[in-house]
């Protein structure tokens, strides 16, 4: 193999989501300058990133999860869902902590096989993390979406009916947050849907140090929400 060049390092750093700082290109051993995907900024040589590729300040980073296992619960727990047709956000909140979050799509072909999946996801992740709580992002009708928006407005009421009607039936709590309640909350502004997605996922940025998807941040502040409103509180005694 010949020697490495500094555009096959930089390939290889980019391809995997990093950047490299360093504008040059000694050897293995040489420390060099990296940028993680969440902006941390490592001092190591490129062998070393090569065996490794983890940056410490993630690692040491307690909201930042990859697996999505569910984990001691330490508290009241609060299972937040960012509700969707087919794409749905989620989070776990143990005593006001975040503990995990993550996303879940359903593969159905119409819109009554992908409720029904959803309805046993959403079944399955309460029998795995045992809230105390669950919180739905309320429906809204999005006007700008003509017919279109009609049908799927259709669609998230017939979800979030089967979803409530479930946590009803189980005997377990239940709260439905309107998506303008809690932006407010966290001051989440935007002229559009989409501006107001970008700016959920810079704000969990801001809070957490991770960098997630739009369903992923959204369904992480609805908690966050969730914590602040519906979290019971503690009453000293005497």
């Not at 700082?21 to 050897?27: R, V």
Request: glycine share 6%; net charge positive.
């Amino acid at each position: 193999m010949g020697r490495l060049k500094y555009e096959d390092v930089k390939k290889q750093v980019e391809n995997s989501g990093w950047k490299l700082i360093t504008d040059s290109y000694k050897n293995l051993k040489t420390e060099m300058t990296f940028q993680c995907p969440e902006g941390h900024l490592n001092y190591f040589s490129f062998g070393f990133w090569r065996r490794k590729r983890k940056c410490p300040t993630c690692e040491q980073n307690p909201f930042f999860h990859k697996d999505t296992q569910p984990v001691k619960k330490e508290g009241y727990r609060i299972l937040a869902l960012d509700q969707a047709s087919i794409t749905s956000g989620w989070s776990v909140f143990d005593d006001g902590k975040l503990v995990k979050y993550g996303k879940w799509s359903s593969n159905g072909k119409h819109s009554v096989e992908r409720i029904s999946q959803t309805k046993y996801w959403v079944s399955s992740m309460i029998e795995r993390w045992r809230p105390d709580l669950v919180v739905l992002e309320d429906i809204q009708l999005q006007n700008f979406n003509g017919q279109n928006g009609v049908l799927t407005f259709k669609k998230l009421a017939a979800l979030q009916g089967v979803l409530k009607n479930y946590c009803f039936e189980i005997g377990l709590t239940y709260k439905v947050v309107p998506s303008s309640t809690w932006r407010h909350a966290f001051k989440i502004k935007g002229k559009t849907r989409t501006d107001k997605k970008k700016n959920a996922q810079i704000k969990v940025k801001q809070l957490y140090d991770v960098t997630v998807d739009n369903d992923t941040a959204e369904a992480i502040l609805i908690g966050g929400f969730a914590v602040k409103e519906y979290r019971p509180i503690k009453l000293i005694t005497f």
